[in-house]
């Protein structure tokens, strides 16, 4: 099949670019290599690559002719950025959605999957969370991914572009970001650790997250690629369906640990109720986020 990957050079994106090559699908990826968290960007060279912004309209249109099927992963992605520089968050993840579901309309693509984040619960502390649980979306992150949300059901209600959403927890895994304070905590332990510095620990560390493999990612978004049915823009967690604190994951890998002040607008806890994802597309978690620590630690 034909797809398009937005967002295809970065840590989730690579991964699920890889294996669509793998599986003998032709792939066009749009990613102009922005992400800033990103200390290297990764590139298949079975696929074509175009250094494209989501936001030009004009630009990427053409490239969604003839496409079966669009993974919409191109977004400003990290709360504190976006908290920074608002109104690019806005313009990237909701502007850039907009026009990828309207050239993929235009284009007869079959679905959008569109990658949006658990960080729309806000502070709702039900444990674990499912997807019809009201949205507190507490910063400009969360509020314009929920935007892209709301505009994939539109796009399906109104103008019969059938899509998917599909709402992250704490990703980990290979090729994650370590670039700066604010990349997944996961990679920064991990390079800390290798260059025998302390962990840092924002706040207490008691805060408890679902952290989810990014294998186990890309296999949610293949898996609703497959999936027969129309999805009209149904929204699936993907998670773990399991929790741990920041300290036990710092503690897996090292006792040399300091605390640096909490930030605002941050969930204490997170965790994903799968049922949903589980019971319509097949999805099954893979790995334990402590057993891929203590593989990359050996």
């Known amino acids: 099949m034909r797809v398009i990957v937005t967002g295809g050079c970065g840590f989730i994106g690579s991964h699920l670019v890889d294996t669509l090559i793998d599986q003998n699908h032709q792939v066009t990826v749009i990613d102009d290599c922005s992400a800033i968290s990103n200390e290297r960007f990764y590139f298949n060279k079975s696929a074509l690559y175009l250094k494209y912004d989501i936001q030009d309209y004009s630009l990427i249109e053409p490239l969604f002719r003839n496409t079966d099927y669009v993974f919409h992963l191109a977004a400003e992605s990290r709360i504190q950025t976006a908290v920074a520089s608002p109104l690019y968050a806005v313009k990237t993840n909701m502007i850039g959605t907009a026009n990828v579901l309207q050239a993929a309309r235009l284009g007869g693509v079959k679905r959008v999957i569109y990658s949006s984040t658990s960080s729309v619960y806000g502070l709702n502390e039900t444990a674990p969370i499912d997807e019809a649980v009201p949205i507190d979306c507490l910063n400009p992150y969360s509020a314009s991914k929920y935007g892209g949300e709301v ?74 690629m497959l999936y027969n049915k129309n999805l009209d823009g149904s929204v699936m967690n993907v998670g773990s369906g399991k929790n741990y604190s920041v300290l036990e994951i710092a503690s897996t890998i090292s006792n040399n640990i300091i605390h640096i002040q909490p930030r605002p607008g941050e969930a204490k806890t997170t965790l994903a109720n799968i049922i949903k994802i589980q019971s319509t597309l097949g999805f099954n978690p893979s790995l334990d986020v402590q057993d891929w620590i203590k593989l990359n630690l050996s």
């Open 151 to 224: 505009l994939c059901k539109m796009y399906s209600k109104m103008y019969n572009l059938d899509t998917l959403i599909f709402r992250y927890f704490n990703v980990y895994g290979e090729r994650s970001p370590t670039a700066g304070q604010y990349a997944p905590v996961i990679g920064i332990f991990l390079k800390q650790n290798q260059n025998n510095m302390p962990l840092t620990i924002v706040g207490t560390g008691l805060q408890r997250r679902d952290y989810v493999y990014v294998r186990d990612v890309v296999q949610a978004n293949i898996l609703g």
